[in-house]
């Protein structure tokens, strides 16, 4: 028996899932679907406040560990991944939420600097989650990997090039991983959410926020817990026949 087949049925039973950006916005509502589903969870996040508030706020409905990690850090993931198999003997759930914005600039004028940071967190972080804990999953045979892209990956919003790259190469990297895990019963998918209300927009200009409302054809933000629904399902069992594959959270604004 395939070891996805013993879930079946079970949903989420007994599982481990690891959260980066776990201690606010999507990452916490992710954490609070499979919380609620009965799932341990391991948050990792740069921020050690947010990340004991989160726990605070967890450990009622489930087992829940911290561990503070800047997903930048290739060596860390590494060793943040060991322990967190280290809890239960295998990982069964990844879902990566940590990434940033970036100034609002056009190509020419963005900062190296910050293209730089911002393909560090967003794209190499992903990398560095994925390539760490993927092992792990084809180890016990069973996973299911969700990697937070964004519409602005597909599409591209103006004055946000960084983010876009960053999330754009996200997409096409899930894309492989996906193919990759043919054979196991792990697979790997991303989301795109359109803006979703989370601390995040804060890091762009009000103008710039207002614009990408005004692109969702539902005429308002997303919800946090929206895009979680969403991660539940890629997260669960019963997603079975998809990997590599984009699933939208926009509002109506995706249109492929
Ligand atoms: N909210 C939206 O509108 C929206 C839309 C599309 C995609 N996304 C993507 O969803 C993901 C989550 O976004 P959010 O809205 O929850 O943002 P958020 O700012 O609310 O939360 C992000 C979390 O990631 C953590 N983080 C940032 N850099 C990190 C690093 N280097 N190492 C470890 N942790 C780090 C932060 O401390 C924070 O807790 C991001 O990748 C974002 O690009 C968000």
């Known amino acids: 028996m395939a070891q996805g087949q013993e879930f079946k049925g079970q949903e989420f039973k007994g599982q481990l899932a690891v959260i980066t950006g776990g201690a606010r916005g999507l990452g916490f509502a992710a954490a609070r679907a499979l919380a609620d589903k009965g799932v341990q969870l391991v948050l990792w996040d740069r921020d050690r406040a947010a990340l004991q508030a989160a726990a605070d706020a967890l450990a009622p409905v489930t087992a829940v560990t911290t561990r503070a990690l800047d997903v930048t850090d290739p060596d860390d993931t590494d060793r943040a991944t060991q322990e967190a198999a280290g809890l239960t003997g295998r990982i069964d759930i990844l879902v990566t939420c940590a990434g940033i914005t970036g100034p609002v600039e056009t190509t020419w004028d963005y ?9 560090r967190v967003n794209l190499d972080g992903v990398f560095h989650s994925c390539r760490s804990v993927a092992p792990i999953m084809l180890s016990h045979g069973y996973g299911r990997i969700i990697n937070v892209a964004s519409i602005g990956g ?74 979680a629904g969403l991660i539940l399902y890629l997260a669960s069992p019963a997603c079975s026949f998809s990997t590599g594959a984009v699933f939208d959270c926009s509002g109506g604004r995706a249109t492929y």
């Not at 900062?111 to 393909?119: E, F, Q, S, T």
């Not at 895990?181 to 998918?189: P, T």
């Open 111 to 119: 900062p190296l600097a910050d293209w730089d940071r911002v393909m």
């Open 154 to 227: 597909k599409e591209g919003n103006a004055r946000a090039p960084a983010y876009a790259a960053s999330k754009g190469a996200v997409i096409a990297m899930t894309k492989a991983l996906g193919k990759e895990l043919i054979g196991s019963d792990v697979v790997a998918n991303s989301v795109c959410p359109a803006a979703i209300e989370t601390e995040i927009l804060l890091q762009m200009t009000p103008e710039f926020v207002a614009n990408l409302k005004s692109k969702i054809p539902m005429g308002r933000f997303g919800r946090a817990e929206e895009v």
